[in-house]
């Protein structure tokens, strides 16, 4: 999945749930700027911002890691997608 793929998830969903650029970012603690990087696919983020993403928009991580249209695993699993971070929960 390429950076732009997770940044039209995110836009979706962002639109999905009727916020702007600013009220998520409101919601989510994350700086406005760096969700309109996020979203035209001009910065990767970190596996804790699609995380803290994930939980502000009410959806799983791999609805904004995942390819558009692509169906998930037998195992549901995103740890290929984020490695070699840490996604440090909590």
């Known amino acids: ?3 732009q793929g997770w940044g039209r998830n995110l836009r ?5 749930r009727g ?9 989510s603690g994350l700086n406005a700027r760096l969700l309109w990087q996020l ?4 910065r990767k983020g970190t596996p804790n911002q699609w995380l803290k993403l994930a939980r502000t928009l009410g959806v799983e991580m791999r609805e904004l890691i995942s390819e558009p249209g692509a169906k998930p695993d037998d195992s549901g699993r995103i740890e290929e997608a984020v ?3 840490r996604i440090q929960v909590g």
Not at 19 to 27: D, E, G, I, S
Request: charge should be positive; glycine fraction near 4%.
């Open 19 to 27: 916020y702007t650029l600013a009220q998520l970012a409101v919601k």
């Open 83 to 85: 490695s070699p971070y």
């Open 1 to 3: 999945m390429t950076k």
């Open 39 to 42: 979203e035209e696919g001009i």
């Open 12 to 16: 979706k969903w962002r639109l999905q």
